[in-house]
């Protein structure tokens, strides 16, 4: 179920072999989480510009669009944050080439936790209570932080199996 919701993510975000390929430079990575407590600061933003709001969360979906598309690809894949983003083209491709349970377990463990960090931040939007909605972008980004340090472990592994996911290394 998780690889679909990625799959339809990267679907969406029309993820071809070369915006993959360029998402793997470590300043893609690193941006996209950078940026992610303003995004935090933009949703919040709702309780004190009202549905103006609509314009700076605009501005993200556009920037997580353009992302993996503006930087060139990696002179090396070697770094964490490269591993991290071809470790999520191989969980999205798990129907191609099967993942290991406890992979795929970990995954679904840390993604839930990411789901109850969204559930938090959703209760303290709507009950504007900042402190419950802080508590949610925290639990939801280190449960994201952890999710790619296991998608560097899964693509590891299963560069050791797959051929063409040894091929993506340089």
Not at 30 to 57: C, D, E, K, N, Q
Not at 112 to 122: K, R, T, V
Not at 128 to 149: M, N, Q, R, S, T
């Amino acid at each position: 179920m998780l690889n679909s919701f990625l799959n339809l993510i990267a679907n969406l975000m029309r993820m071809d072999e070369h915006a993959w390929e360029r998402h793997a430079n470590p300043w893609s990575v690193w941006t996209r989480i950078v940026s992610a407590p303003f995004l935090m600061l933009a949703i919040w933003s709702i309780h004190w510009i009202g549905w103006w709001a609509a314009l700076p969360l605009g501005g993200f979906a556009i920037w997580y669009w353009l992302n993996p598309r503006i930087f060139p690809p990696p002179a090396s894949t070697m770094s964490w944050a490269a591993r991290a983003v071809m470790g999520e083209r191989v969980y999205i491709l798990s129907t191609l080439h099967p993942i290991s349970v406890y992979h795929r377990n970990a995954a679904t463990l840390l993604s839930i936790g990411s789901a109850i960090g969204g559930l938090l931040m959703a209760a303290g939007l709507i009950a504007a209570e900042p402190w419950v909605y802080l508590a949610g972008c925290i639990g939801a980004g280190l449960c994201k932080f952890w999710f790619l340090d296991r998608l560097v472990w899964l693509y590891d592994d299963m560069a050791r199996e797959v051929p063409e996911y040894q091929a993506w290394l340089r």
